[in-house]
């Protein structure tokens, strides 16, 4: 499988989450809301915590975006 096509992959996951978790939104923003709050309230370091999750996953993702396209293919 090429890197093409896997990074059409992470693409094709990535806006399928999207499109779902926008329809189903309203029924489980309440749900989040009741579990997610009382915990960042309570816990400064979970709101840490979770926010550096994000942004290494986000510089998880730009790394090996960036290591797909730096790496050419071999040719033998």
């Not at 029924?27 to 309230?41: G, H, S, V, Y």
């Not at 979770?50 to 730009?62: D, I, K, P």
């Amino acid at each position: 499988m090429g890197r093409s096509k896997i990074i059409a992959g992470i693409w094709l996951g990535g806006f399928l989450l999207g499109f779902v978790s926008y329809l189903t939104y309203p029924m489980l923003k309440e749900t989040f809301t009741a579990i997610i709050l009382p915990l960042l309230q309570t816990e400064s370091q979970i709101a840490g915590a979770l926010v550096a999750g994000l942004v290494s996953s986000m510089v998880t993702m730009m790394v090996v975006l960036l290591l797909s396209h730096a790496s050419g293919p071999k040719r033998y």
